[in-house]
């Protein structure tokens, strides 16, 4: 006998039970499912991998602030991070890593244009 938890409310219920004795819920997997183990170190890669995709995508509208460049960079490192995710939310981390690198290449090239800019000004008022 194992313990699996009730698709319905949640609480932990034998895999014998025919049904829940919390709500009653009756289904029809319940005896014949077996009990996956849990995959603890995959949530936290998802984690970061979300947070990573979240960070990318905050990171553009906030490009022309100090924000912008931070949120890339740590979108950047929390999507490699992410990146060893095992479902699906890898194409978050994947996201978060292409988002990250676009804004902080965007960012590198406003900083580029801008110092540019301010030595050529700087050239012609001298
Ligand atoms: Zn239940």
């Given at each position: 006998m194992s313990l699996i938890r009730c698709n319905e409310c949640g609480s932990t219920i034998s895999n014998q039970a025919a049904f829940c004795p919390q709500c009653g819920?009756?289904?029809d997997n319940l005896n014949r499912r077996?009990?996956?183990p849990a995959p603890a170190p995959v949530q936290s890669y998802s984690g970061m991998a979300i947070a990573s995709l979240v960070l990318g995508i905050t990171s553009i509208p906030t490009i022309a602030t100090i924000i912008g460049?931070?949120?890339?960079?740590i979108g950047f490192v929390l999507g490699i991070c992410?990146?060893?995710?095992?479902d699906k939310k890898h194409g978050c981390a994947?996201?978060?890593?292409?988002?990250?690198?676009?804004?902080?290449a965007i960012w590198l090239v406003i900083v580029l244009v801008l110092i540019f800019a301010a030595s050529y000004t700087a050239g012609q008022t001298l």
């Open positions: 819920y009756r289904p077996v009990t996956r460049p931070i949120c890339a960079i992410g990146s060893r995710a095992k994947t996201a978060g890593i292409v988002l990250s690198a676009v804004t902080l």
